[in-house]
């Protein structure tokens, strides 16, 4: 089994057990998706948990960007637990996956 194809099975498997639905909005107008996304803890703490009800400014969001179609630009849509947040900075990876910046609209 080829090196990528172990990252993308990892990929698979952590989206599966510790991530989030969040429905992605890309801005070419081709419709909202259902997609799913692990919510990382920031490195420095902001007052709420991202995500959560009371909001937060800034999340970081694990994607596997391979799979997603078209990929996350800058200014698309992201909306967690009702929450809608911008792109604002996309960190893709050799091997198929990036952290989305999000700050909240």
């Keep these: 089994m ?10 698979t498997a952590c989206l599966a057990a510790f991530g989030t639905p969040v429905t992605f909005a890309p801005q070419d107008g081709s419709g909202p998706q259902q997609i799913t996304g692990i919510i990382q803890t920031l490195a420095m703490a902001e ?17 596997r960007f391979a799979n997603l179609n078209p990929p996350p630009q800058h200014g698309d849509t992201i909306t967690i637990n009702g929450k809608k947040y911008d792109v604002t ?5 050799t091997q198929g996956g990036a952290v989305l910046k ?4």
């Design 102 to 105: 999000l700050r909240i609209t």
């Design 2 to 11: 080829a090196f990528a194809d172990l990252v993308n099975a990892m990929d």
């Design 89 to 93: 900075e996309v960190e893709a990876d």
């Design 47 to 63: 007052d709420y948990v991202p995500g959560s009800v009371q909001g937060t400014s800034v999340v970081r969001l694990f994607v």
